[in-house]
């Protein structure tokens, strides 16, 4: 089993930037990605950014202005938002996923409200 706990969500203007933060606790893989997606009220789920050992892949919404990150000792990854717009409130949640065995693990979530 996997816990993930994110953070750093809140309200912030447009042009504002935000950190969100996840750290991966329990059963933790050697070999493993994790990613953020963001779903926004009415909407699907929707990819945001992911990283693993060997790529990084980002939404073309968010390219340019979202860097995703992360600190394998600390089992936690990042995500640097800036130059935010409105069309990025959502609630953003963090996802834990391997291969081998196939296991995927997601947080609760946390809010981003970009207001105009």
């Known amino acids: 089993q996997v816990q993930l706990v994110e953070s750093g969500g809140g309200l912030v203007q447009a042009g504002g930037s935000l950190r969100l933060s996840c750290v991966a606790s329990g059963t933790i893989s050697t070999n493993y990605a994790m990613g953020w997606y963001r779903q926004a009220p009415g909407k699907q789920r929707e990819l945001v950014a992911t990283i693993s050992s060997d790529y990084t892949n980002y939404a073309d919404s968010v390219k340019g202005r979202f860097a995703i990150s992360r600190d394998n000792a600390k089992n936690t990854v990042y995500l640097q938002m800036n130059s935010l717009k409105p069309e990025d409130t959502a609630v953003y949640s963090c996802?834990?996923?391997?291969?081998?065995?196939?296991?995927?693990?997601w947080g609760q979530g946390t809010q981003v409200t970009v207001s105009s």
């Open positions: 996802n834990y996923a391997t291969l081998i065995p196939p296991r995927m693990y």
